[in-house]
C-alpha cells in the first residue's frame, strides 16, 4: 500500500515554500528556554515564537480535540520538544494566527513551554479558510461526517466546484459526491456517523433510500442487530424493491393528470427551479415543492415572497 499523501495538491500550492515532508522528520527542534525579541523576526520563514502571542485559528473547522491523545503528545513534546513546527501567520508585530498544528500548540501549552518552532506564511482569510480545512481533511483520524462537512464549507466558502474541491484534496469527483451525500441524512443517522458508531459503508447504503422515515428504521435495525454493510445493503434493496412494487400498483390505478394540471406543474417547476407536483381531484387538491438543502429552502423562500 502507498504512503498516504500529507498534504492535498491545494494546500501544498498555498505552503509552496514549505519544507518537505521527509525534511520535517529528519529535523529536530529543541525546545528554546526562552522567547526571542519578536520586533526582529522576519515576516516569512521559520522562527521560535512566544506561546502566548499565538491565537488559535478563527477558520478552524474541528470543534473537538481528543484531549487524551493531547495529553500523550504533551508528554512526548516534554521529553523529544517539538519535532515539527506549527504554521502561523503574523498579524502584527506580537500578535500570530494558527493556519496549522493546533494539537501541537495545545500540547506545547500542556507540556509547560514557552516557546514554539513555527514557520510564518503570508496568507489571507480565503487561505486561512482553504488551508484549515484541507489540513484537516488530511488527517487519517478525521471521521466522514467532518470531512463532508469540510468539503461543504470548501465548495461554499471559498466558491469552489466539486472538480475544483477534488483537485485541491486529491480525490476524485464521485469521492467527493459520497461524502457530500452523507449531509443529506437524517441528523441522527451523521451523529451516529460521526461518532463512529455507523461505519461510512453503512451511511452510504442507507442514502440510497429516499424516505428518512425508512432510512431511520434501517439505521436503528443495523445498529440493534449489528448488521454488516451487505446486510444493510440487502435490506436497502429490498426496501426499494417492495417501494417499486407499490408505485406502480398506484400509479396504474390513478389517473393521469389534465392537460391543465400537468401545464400548472410544468409552469411551477420552471418557476421554482425544481420539480413541484400538483395533485386534484377538480375540487381540492395539493402542491408540493421540493427541496433538496436549507440553501434551497430558502431560494424557495425567497421566490414565495415576490410580489403578485
Same mark, same amino acid.
Given at each position: 500500500m502507498s504512503k498516504k499523501r500529507a498534504l492535498g495538491r491545494g494546500l501544498s500550492a498555498l505552503l509552496s515554500d514549505s519544507p518537505t515532508d521527509d525534511k520535517l522528520e529528519m529535523d529536530h527542534f529543541p525546545v528554546s528556554p526562552s522567547a526571542p525579541d519578536q520586533s526582529s523576526l522576519p515576516a516569512s520563514g521559520m522562527s521560535e515564537i512566544s506561546l502566548e502571542e499565538i491565537e488559535v485559528n478563527p477558520f478552524q473547522p474541528r470543534e473537538h480535540f481528543d484531549q487524551e491523545a493531547i495529553a500523550e503528545l504533551a508528554e512526548s513534546i516534554q521529553v523529544h520538544g517539538i519535532i515539527q513546527p506549527i504554521t502561523v501567520r503574523r498579524l502584527s508585530e506580537h500578535q500570530y494566527q494558527l493556519i496549522s498544528g493546533e494539537r501541537r500548540f495545545h500540547a506545547s501549552k500542556l507540556a509547560g513551554l514557552k516557546t514554539i518552532p513555527a514557520y510564518l506564511r503570508s496568507a489571507n482569510d480565503q487561505q486561512m479558510l482553504e488551508m484549515a480545512l484541507i489540513e484537516n481533511i488530511q488527517r487519517?483520524?478525521?471521521? /466522514?461526517?467532518?470531512?463532508?462537512?469540510? !468539503?461543504?464549507?470548501?465548495?461554499?466558502?471559498?466558491?469552489?466546484?466539486?472538480?475544483?474541491?477534488?483537485?485541491?484534496?486529491?480525490?476524485?469527483? &464521485? &469521492?467527493? $459526491?459520497? !461524502?457530500? *451525500?452523507?449531509?443529506?441524512? @437524517? +441528523?441522527?443517522?451523521?451523529?451516529?456517523?460521526? =461518532?463512529?458508531?455507523?461505519?461510512?459503508?453503512?451511511?452510504? /447504503?442507507?442514502?440510497?433510500?429516499?424516505? /428518512? =422515515?425508512?432510512?431511520? !428504521?434501517?439505521?436503528?435495525?443495523?445498529?440493534?442487530?449489528?448488521? #454488516?454493510?451487505?446486510?444493510?445493503?440487502?435490506?436497502?434493496?429490498?426496501?426499494?424493491?417492495?417501494?417499486?412494487?407499490? &408505485?406502480?400498483? $398506484?400509479?396504474?390505478?390513478? @389517473?393521469?393528470? #389534465?392537460?391543465?394540471?400537468?401545464?400548472?406543474? &410544468?409552469?411551477? #417547476?420552471?418557476?421554482?427551479? $425544481?420539480?413541484?407536483?400538483?395533485?386534484? =381531484?377538480?375540487?381540492?387538491?395539493?402542491? *408540493?415543492? @421540493?427541496?433538496?438543502?436549507?440553501?434551497?429552502?430558502?431560494?424557495?423562500?425567497?421566490?414565495?415572497?415576490? +410580489? #403578485?
Open positions: 487519517e483520524n478525521l471521521n /466522514a461526517i467532518e470531512i463532508a462537512l469540510s !468539503y461543504q464549507r470548501l465548495m461554499s466558502e471559498c466558491n469552489l466546484k466539486q472538480d475544483e474541491l477534488g483537485d485541491r484534496v486529491g480525490k476524485n469527483r &464521485t &469521492t467527493v $459526491t459520497n !461524502y457530500l *451525500r452523507l449531509l443529506k441524512l @437524517p +441528523p441522527d443517522i451523521q451523529i451516529a456517523v460521526r =461518532d463512529n458508531k455507523l461505519s461510512m459503508g453503512h451511511a452510504r /447504503a442507507i442514502i440510497n433510500v429516499d424516505n /428518512a =422515515d425508512q432510512q431511520l !428504521y434501517i439505521f436503528k435495525k443495523a445498529l440493534n442487530e449489528d448488521l #454488516s454493510v451487505r446486510k444493510v445493503e440487502e435490506l436497502v434493496r429490498e426496501l426499494s424493491q417492495k417501494q417499486s412494487s407499490k &408505485t406502480g400498483s $398506484t400509479e396504474a390505478a390513478a @389517473p393521469p393528470p #389534465s392537460r391543465e394540471i400537468a401545464q400548472l406543474q &410544468t409552469r411551477l #417547476s420552471s418557476h421554482f427551479g $425544481t420539480r413541484v407536483a400538483v395533485k386534484s =381531484d377538480g375540487k381540492k387538491g395539493d402542491i *408540493r415543492i @421540493p427541496f433538496v438543502s436549507v440553501e434551497d429552502l430558502n431560494r424557495i423562500l425567497d421566490i414565495l415572497k415576490m +410580489p #403578485s
